[in-house]
């Protein structure tokens, strides 16, 4: 099993800028593409981005492009979300997720953690 930790979530303005991370546990994360993905309320969860297992590749949603962006330091097994020009429509619970399968679906989630931006 692997266990997934987000944290560095808040309250921002609107144009600000804040960095989440993504703690693995259990797995050495070098195995694993790691994705990170939202639900905002009310919505269904939306794909952000994903990185390769060796951090070489990247992509992200349509949404974040050229404001968002996902590094990892496979060392210490962490993963980051950084993300620039907040907007108030970017305020949603933020989850990583490990373990693609064939299928597409993620096998490893984390708790979850709050991103609201005010405007």
């Known amino acids: 099993q692997m266990q997934l930790v987000e944290s560095g979530g808040g309250l921002v303005t609107a144009g600000d800028s804040l960095r989440l991370s993504c703690a693995a546990s259990?797995?050495?994360?070098?195995?694993?593409?790691v994705a990170w993905f939202r639900r905002a309320p009310g919505k269904e969860r939306e794909y952000v981005g994903d990185?390769?297992?060796?951090?070489?590749?990247?992509t992200y949603a349509d949404p974040v492009k050229g404001r968002f962006s996902i590094s990892r330091n496979n060392a210490d097994q962490t993963v980051y979300l950084q993300m620039s020009n907040l907007r108030p429509d970017d305020t949603a619970v933020y989850y990583c997720?490990?373990?693609?399968?064939?299928?597409?679906?993620?096998?490893?989630w984390g708790q979850g953690t709050q991103v609201t931006v005010s405007s």
């Open positions: 259990g797995r050495p994360l070098s195995y694993y593409n």
């Open positions: 997720a490990a373990g693609k399968d064939i299928g597409g679906e993620y096998t490893f």
């Open positions: 990185i390769s297992p060796g951090g070489d590749t990247t």
